[in-house]
């Protein structure tokens, strides 16, 4: 056999003996609202576990962003979990299944890989314990929305902060005048 194939048949069989397994119904609700009961509230943010590769290339599937998910900052990372150990509780129901979001955002993959969380391989998070497990491109991604972290104003907030700005100065002149 030829290198290259004798690689993807070892991933494959590996994959079948850790149960990695994709059903048919794989990746059907892709860009779809997630669920919510696969959202964790935290922080003051929602958060979902999107998928178990990195969410941009390299990776071994990217994620599709939606519905205001965004990759999240360190900030908003920070401010929602003190640690791995607290991130993985969050998305492990008490019948130890996972609150996996993966058929909402990942473009390849249809499950969560909790075992990789709990290694800590966190795709870009600053609780990840080294840089090759925050950078992995097989590392889990999660999403946020809520915080935007500073995002473009919208067109009204604009035109309604030029209006305000416009009365100041008018009522400025008027008192000069």
């Given amino acids: 056999m030829k290198p290259a194939i004798k690689k993807l048949a070892a991933a494959s069989i590996a994959a079948l003996c850790m149960g990695v397994t994709a059903p048919a119904s794989a990746i ?16 003051g943010l929602e ?27 360190d900030d908003q990372w920070n401010a929602s979990f003190a640690s791995i150990v607290e991130l993985v509780a969050a998305f492990t129901n008490a019948d130890l299944s996972v609150k996996c979001a993966a058929t909402y955002f990942s473009t390849e993959h249809d499950h969560c890989d909790i075992g990789d969380a709990e290694s800590g391989y966190v795709w870009h998070s600053p609780l990840a314990p080294t840089d ?19 995002a473009v104003p ?24």
């Fill in 28 to 43: 059907t609700l892709l860009g779809e609202a997630p669920a919510s009961s696969v959202i964790v509230a935290a922080g």
């Fill in 47 to 73: 958060w979902v576990y999107a998928a178990p590769c990195a969410g941009e290339n390299p990776s071994c599937g990217v994620v599709q962003l939606h519905h205001g998910f965004q990759f999240a900052t």
């Fill in 132 to 150: 090759d497990h925050r950078n992995n491109p097989a590392a889990e991604t999660f999403l946020v929305r809520g915080d935007d972290g500073g």
């Fill in 154 to 177: 919208e067109p009204e907030s604009l035109a309604l902060l030029g209006l305000g700005l416009a009365g100041l100065a008018s009522t400025r002149r008027r008192k000069t005048a």
